[in-house]
């Protein structure tokens, strides 16, 4: 079964540090990787996805993503963080085996610190 | 504007009492999908549409119900609900394919006593 883990439940950072948020994936086949984000009593936004290509994904907001094979992982990073980034994120796999859908993490909650 | 639109936002209910929480998007999409949020235990798939008259169980599908008569809406069914469907539960729609993103709506936080 297609699987993602994400091995911190938070993450603290500093404003206008870089930030690196990890996703670890478990994939037979052609992995599709996706990013979302989830602020305070909203639903989830998209990100950014990886399906074939250039491994640095660039997506919304100035965050990128960069998959990497050898070590099956997919880290979403930022050069530079922001206080508005805070919140909850969430790494996904495409669930496969014909169906569509995804298979999310347990996610991850960024904290930003002014 | 596109969206997809749930229905209450927040319940409170009874257990056994039968609920129904309305999911509806206007992007015209093929796949439709409803998920619950737990602490800890991020978003699992309850169950999924690939089109009209077509649905499948997720992962966690016992003690819910779903039908697709349209292809705009997605309703789920509780018929007799228990504490443990106390959660967070968000629908979803997307073009079919796996490499296409997921559109979410806002949520439906609902409590069983």
């Not at chain 1, 994936?25 to 989830?44: A, I, K, T």
Request: aromatic share 12%.
């Amino acid at each position: 079964a297609q699987s993602v883990a994400q091995p911190e439940d938070q993450v603290n950072v500093a404003e206008g540090n870089p930030l690196t948020v990890k996703c670890t994936y478990s994939v037979s086949g052609n992995p599709y990787l996706f990013w979302y984000v989830q602020y305070p009593n909203r639903g989830l936004q998209f990100l950014l996805k990886y399906i074939t290509g250039d491994n640095l994904v660039k997506g919304s907001y100035g965050f990128e993503a960069e998959f990497n094979k050898s070590q099956t992982s997919f880290h979403l990073k930022k050069p530079s963080a922001l206080v508005s980034d805070s919140a909850l994120y969430f790494c996904a796999t495409a669930r496969g085996g014909g169906a569509d859908g995804l298979t999310f993490g347990k996610g991850t909650h960024l904290i930003i610190q002014p | 504007e596109a969206q997809v639109t749930q229905n209450p936002r927040y319940l409170i209910t009874v257990t056994g009492k039968k609920l129904t929480v309305t999911c509806s998007q206007n992007m015209n999409h093929e796949y439709m999908s409803w998920y619950r949020q737990d602490p800890g235990l991020g978003l699992r798939q309850i169950y999924y549409s690939m089109n009209v008259e077509v649905t499948d169980k997720g992962d966690v599908p016992e003690g819910y119900k779903v039908s697709r008569k349209e292809k705009r809406n997605f309703p789920l069914i509780l018929e007799s609900p228990s504490p443990n469907q106390t959660s967070l539960y968000f629908c979803a729609s997307s073009a079919l394919g796996t490499d296409n993103e997921q559109f979410f709506g806002p949520g439906t936080r609902l409590t069983v006593l």
